[in-house]
């Protein structure tokens, strides 16, 4: 006999959505990522803001082009460290300081808003290390996914700010609520197995059998993405998740551009 049905327990877009001009965002913020693994802030950039964040980011590439773009790795992982391949497209990567205060003063400046580092320092505790790395990712060579069901190899907490209208056909971020804590398991029990990047099994659906998924989930494959949530939603919209959540880049059906910034925080001292 089951007890209970599909919908029951489900988590809602809206159990995950903040206004972002509330007084309480950080802890509105913090307090969503601690629960469910991701809070959502739609039209968190508006008006001059946002034009000048996407003028930034095009001016960024423009001054790359030309230049020799690293190439994923053997397995398909994005370890560049600068201007790098992806899947569907092609990224740049800052490290905080002066490489980023003098490629990206405006960027830089959307990113150290002192409530940032307080959702940093509630989720991740001190020390921490605040938008170590910031990636700027232009997506348009069409696929069924931009990136599969996966978490990231170090776990961390990232700011995701759209810089597009984004849908179900230019690369939707999707999110499983409240699988944080069980792929966290997962993950360090990657990490004991192989204790090598490159052999970290991240993309979770494609790489574990049901029975696997079963084990550390308590749920088959298709019920768990039965709860995965899709954010549609206007350019300047800003999620916030733990990498731990399972996660994905949707499609990017052909013509469509999906273009993004992420910023990446981490526990203890990273340098």
């Excluded at 320092?121 to 997506?139: A, E, M, N």
Aim: charged content about 25%; aromatic content about 10%; proline content about 3%.
């Amino acid at each position: 006999m089951i007890i209970g049905d599909i919908f029951s327990g489900r988590v809602g877009i809206s159990d995950l959505t903040i206004d972002g001009t509330r007084e309480d965002l950080t802890e509105g913020v913090a307090e969503r990522v601690r629960r469910f693994g991701v809070a959502f802030v739609p039209n968190w950039l508006t008006g001059s803001t946002l034009t000048s964040f996407q003028d930034e980011f095009g001016e960024a590439f423009s001054a790359v082009e030309g230049r020799e773009v690293e190439p994923l790795t053997s397995t398909g992982k994005d370890v560049a460290e600068h201007y790098g391949q992806t899947r569907t497209g092609l990224h740049l990567k800052y490290h905080h300081g002066e490489m980023l205060q003098k490629a990206l003063p405006r960027t830089r400046e959307i990113f150290a808003q002192e409530w940032m580092a307080s959702v940093a320092t509630s989720f991740l505790g001190k020390p921490c290390t605040l938008h170590r790395h910031l990636v700027l990712c232009d997506d348009f060579k069409p696929r069924d996914e931009i990136m599969p069901y996966h978490y990231d190899e170090v776990g961390t907490l990232k700011f995701l700010v759209y810089l597009d209208d984004v849908d179900r056909e230019n690369g939707a971020f999707h999110a499983i609520p409240g699988t944080s804590s069980s792929t966290r398991r997962l993950r360090e029990s990657e990490w004991l197995r192989c204790d090598d990047v490159e052999k970290i099994r991240t993309n979770v659906i494609e790489s574990f059998s049901q029975e696997a998924i079963h084990a550390v989930y308590g749920q088959y494959k298709s019920f768990l993405l039965s709860r995965a949530i899709a954010f549609e939603a206007p350019a300047g919209s800003l999620l916030v998740f733990d990498t731990d959540t399972i996660h994905r880049a949707g499609t990017l059906a052909e013509g469509k551009r999906c273009r993004v910034v992420r910023a990446s925080s981490y526990r203890g001292y990273w340098p």
